[in-house]
Structures are given as C-alpha cells and as structure tokens.
C-alpha cells in the first residue's frame, strides 16, 4: 500500500466535517483550524485528491472554469460515509478507534491476560507467604 493510500486522521476529520454537506478545501482548512489543526488548505487539498481516487469523495482540486482555486467544491461519497460510519447512525472518529474490540458484548483478550497476569502473582504472593512464615 503506498503512503498516500494510508488513511491518517485527516482524513478521517476531513470525510467528518464533509458528513455536514459539501466543502471548499479553503473551507475545510479553516475550520480545522479553529480545531486546533495546522494545516494549510494544499494539505487539505491534497489529501481530498487522495480521498477522491479511493472513491471516498468527489470533487476537483481546482474547481470549475472561472471559479476562484479556494471555491473548489468536495462531497463525500456514499462509500466515505460508509467508510467514516461503520454502523448504521454511529459516527466513528480516528480517535474513538479500537485495536482489539469488545465485539458482541464479550470481553477481549487483553482483559483475560490481566486476570491470568493478577491470580498468578496472588498465588506466587500466597505460595511466598506461607513458606516466609514456615507452614510449607
């Protein structure tokens, strides 16, 4: 996969804030910067074309003839939404992001690895304890 293939958490901002209805990359650099994001609208422009050729949005990176290049309009496409939200009326951000997920309600595997972590040194600390005092 190349690197612009990657998806970074832009992107993910970017397919968030385009959920809300079409944008200008002038636009959406601007409102990321209010975030707190420091991006410039090339940046922003250029991860749109990488979205765009994913078929996540669609657009054109420097608008229509005679248009001014910051009111180039970008929509995000059924696919980019599917792909932002991946459950029906659930919104994903890069930052709610899970590595290993509770699917179904059950616990992952991190979870039994602690217990098994915290009842063998319970059993180690007994086993200490009891041959310390001289039952064993």
Do not use: Q
Not at 14 to 38: F, Q
Request: overall charge negative; charged content about 25%.
């Amino acid at each position: 996969m190349d690197s612009h293939d990657r998806t970074t958490d832009l992107d993910f901002e970017i397919l968030d804030l385009l959920r809300g209805g079409p944008r200008s990359a002038y636009r959406l650099a601007r409102t990321l910067a209010h975030k707190g994001e420091k991006v410039d609208t090339e940046a922003v422009r250029s991860r749109l074309v990488t979205l765009a050729s994913r078929g996540l949005v669609v657009g054109s990176p420097s608008g229509t003839a005679g248009e001014a290049p910051r009111a180039d309009p970008w929509k995000i496409t059924w696919e980019g939404r599917d792909f932002v939200e991946p459950e029906e009326g659930v919104a994903k951000a890069p930052y709610d992001r899970d590595v290993g997920g509770e699917e179904n309600g059950g616990r992952d595997a991190g979870f039994w690895v602690l217990i098994t972590i915290a009842v063998v040194t319970a059993v180690c600390a007994a086993y200490s304890l009891l041959i310390a005092t001289g039952v064993l």
